[in-house]
């Protein structure tokens, strides 16, 4: 399967500090993206960045993409109690670029 | 507004029974998805739809068949129902585009199997 790994799969800090997951997968990709599920919610998409794109940035967050590796990275600054949810990376592959593959997700518990 | 609509939230299903999971998109997409989601396992991609009547098995599609007769809609059937299915099931849609194409979800509809 293509499935992407997140890392960690669970994430507990205090307001105002930085979050960093990481996702890594396993076959050339199309473009990967971000998308947080609040608890028993839908998914909601948060940022796309393209296999020719480095680093992406949407208002607090910041996306790296290492194609060599197969990883990604989001980080989320200055992080509030509403950041806690699920962190998904999704990943759309080259040759089948409308197909995704989400991974196991990072649970992040922003306390206040 | 975008809206990926799941026709039920919450369903408890004998095993054995056939079940419909209705999702219906207002946004023209041509593609549609059908995740299951447990915990620990992420969501996994069961059937996914890239045009009418036009279909793709996913990683577990086993125990499940799909049916898209119009574009706005993709019907996710179990078959005979066990209590493994027991889950979350997760609609979505999105354009079909190789620039990148956000997926737009459903609620999600929690299914009981017993």
Known sequence: SQQGEEDPQALSIQEGENATMNCSYKTSINNLQWYRQNSGRGLVHLILIRSNEREKHS???????DTSKKSSSLLITAS????????FCATALVYNFNKFYFGSGTKLNVKP | DVKVTQSSRYLV???????????????????????RQDPGLGLRLIYFSYDVKMKEKGDIPEGYSVSREKK?????????????????YLCASSL????????YFGEGSWLTVV
Request: hydrophobic content about 35%; proline content about 0%.
């Open chain 1, 59 to 65: 208002g607090r967050l910041r996306v790296t993409l």
């Open chain 1, 80 to 87: 509030r109690a509403a950041d806690t949810a699920s962190y």
């Open chain 2, 13 to 35: 299903k004998r095993t054995g029974e056939k079940v419909f999971l209705e999702c219906v998109q207002d946004m023209d997409h041509e593609n549609m998805f059908w995740y």
């Open chain 2, 72 to 88: 706005e809609r993709f019907s996710l059937i179990l078959e005979s129902a066990s209590t493994s299915q027991t889950s979350m």
């Open chain 2, 96 to 103: 079909g585009s190789e620039y990148g194409n956000t997926i």
